[in-house]
Every structure is written in structure tokens, then in C-alpha cells.
């Protein structure tokens, strides 16, 4: 099962994505875990990544294309994965079709959680990250048990830079010029699936397994 997660910034495409990786034992690529993986490392993709997502700008799509392409034709893969974060333009979108198409293959489902611009900010600075493993919750909707601390590893847990308010409206703003136009894409592909991303999490990932089923 071959599955993309679409929505704008802060819609839950992470949250769920995890889910979904779990139940359907497939691996999770989120390109900002990758590229937030690669500035902790100092890598060269670090360095060049980081300018352009401190912005609040989309990594250019030659970085990214190559990079999600490899990660697809890596043996864990031959099963399915759920992307999360990518395709983030319509060129990545043709550029992975492209090389699935290769492989005869093709996306089973793009499934795009849908939650309204006001309700983005709010979520944004309430997301916290774990700077050990990455986890990710929120202070009111999806709390630690220890305040400030991941129940997954005992990591402490930082507001992502690009989380501030500022950068948010500047994220939503890219999300609708350049990202949105994938749901037509998807749409006209016959593989798109709205689910609302504004009802508890449980809920959402319930809508989301009536479409991949059990
Ligand atoms: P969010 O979870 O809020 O949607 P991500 O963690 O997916 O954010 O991405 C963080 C940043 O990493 C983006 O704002 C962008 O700068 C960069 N990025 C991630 N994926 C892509 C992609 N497919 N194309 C271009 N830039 C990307
Ligand atoms: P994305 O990957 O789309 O940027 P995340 O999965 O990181 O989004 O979710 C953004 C923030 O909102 C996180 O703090 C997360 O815990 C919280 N969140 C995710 N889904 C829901 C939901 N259905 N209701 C309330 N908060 C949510
Ligand atoms: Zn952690």
C-alpha cells in the first residue's frame, strides 16, 4: 500500500502518518524528519535545507526529489510506505509518478486531512518536538505524560523555530500556492480521499482506516 499524506502545515499529516505505519507495518518518510535529521548532522543537505525551512520556504524540489526516490527504492519499501511531507509541489508529484512508473507501480491513495486556516496557528505553537527522537505532541491535544519530557525516550521537548506564529502564516501561505494545486492533481488521478483533521485524533485515523481498510 502506497499512501500519501496531504494537508497543510500542522493538519496532523505526522500524527496520522505514524499511525497508519504502525497498523499497516509499512515504513513512515516524512522529508522534515530527513532534512531535520540532516542539519542535527551537520550534513551539506543540512546546511543547504535549513535556509530555506527557517524561511518558511519550500527545500528547492531538486533537493528533495533524489533524496525520496532513494528512500522508495530501499528494500523496506517493497510492501509500501506512507509519504508525509512529500510530494510538496506538482514537479515532485510528476517526479515520483515518473519513477514509480519505472517500477510499474503507482500511489494506491493520496489522502488529504482537511482543517481550515484559522484553526492552523493554534496547533502550530502548541506542537512541541522532541529534540531525541523527534516525537511529536501537542500542550493541550495530544499532552506528555511528565510535562516537558517524551514519553517515548526522556528527551526534552523544544517549539520547532518555524512553529512561531510568524512563519506559520508564511508556511500557509506557500501550502496554498504551491501545495494545494496537488489535490487536483490527486483528485484527476482518482486516488484522492478528504478526511476532516479537525475532530479528535482517534477519529481522524477511524476515518482513515474505513478507507485503507482493516
Ligand atoms: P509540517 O509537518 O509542518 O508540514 P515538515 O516537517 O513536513 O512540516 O517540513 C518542514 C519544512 O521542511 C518545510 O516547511 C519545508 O521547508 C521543508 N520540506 C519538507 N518536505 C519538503 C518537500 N517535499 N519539499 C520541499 N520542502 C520540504
Ligand atoms: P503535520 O505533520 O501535518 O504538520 P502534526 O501531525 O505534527 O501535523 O500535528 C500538528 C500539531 O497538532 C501537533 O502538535 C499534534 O500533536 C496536533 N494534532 C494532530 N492531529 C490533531 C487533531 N486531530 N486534533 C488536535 N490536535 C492535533
Ligand atoms: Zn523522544
Redesign the pocket.
Known amino acids: 500500500m502506497k499512501i500519501i499524506m496531504l494537508?497543510?502545515?500542522?493538519?496532523g499529516?505526522?500524527t496520522q502518518a505514524k499511525k497508519i505505519a504502525e497498523k499497516y507495518k509499512i515504513p513512515h518518510i516524512?522529508?522534515?524528519?530527513?532534512?531535520?535529521a540532516n542539519i542535527k548532522n551537520g550534513t551539506e543537505l543540512g546546511k543547504k535545507?535549513k535556509t530555506?525551512?527557517d524561511q518558511?520556504?519550500?527545500?528547492?524540489?531538486e533537493?528533495?526529489v533524489d533524496l525520496?526516490v532513494d528512500r522508495v527504492n530501499q528494500d523496506d519499501c517493497k510492501d509500501g510506505y506512507v509519504l508525509?511531507?512529500?510530494?510538496?509541489?506538482i514537479p515532485?508529484a510528476e517526479a515520483l509518478d515518473q519513477a514509480l512508473a519505472r517500477l510499474n507501480q503507482k500511489v494506491d491513495y493520496a489522502i488529504n486531512v482537511e482543517v481550515p486556516d484559522e484553526n492552523i496557528v493554534n496547533r502550530?505553537s502548541g506542537?512541541r518536538a522532541c529534540v531525541g527522537c523527534g516525537a511529536?505532541y501537542h500542550i493541550v491535544f495530544a499532552p506528555t505524560q511528565k510535562e516537558d519530557v517524551c514519553d517515548n525516550c526522556g528527551g526534552s521537548l523544544i517549539l520547532?523555530d518555524?512553529?512561531k506564529p510568524e512563519t506559520v502564516q508564511k508556511?500557509l501561505g506557500?501550502y496554498h500556492e504551491q501545495t494545494q494545486p496537488l489535490i487536483e492533481y490527486y483528485t484527476n488521478a482518482g486516488i484522492l480521499k478528504e478526511v476532516d483533521g479537525t475532530i479528535d485524533i482517534e477519529d481522524v485515523f477511524r476515518e482513515i482506516t474505513n478507507i485503507l481498510g482493516e
Open positions: 494537508g497543510a502545515p500542522g493538519a499529516k505526522g516524512s522529508t522534515g524528519d530527513i532534512f531535520r535545507a530555506y525551512m518558511g520556504l519550500l527545500v528547492p524540489d533537493l528533495v525520496v508525509d511531507g512529500f510530494p510538496r509541489t515532485q502550530m506542537r511529536t520547532r518555524d512553529d508556511r506557500v
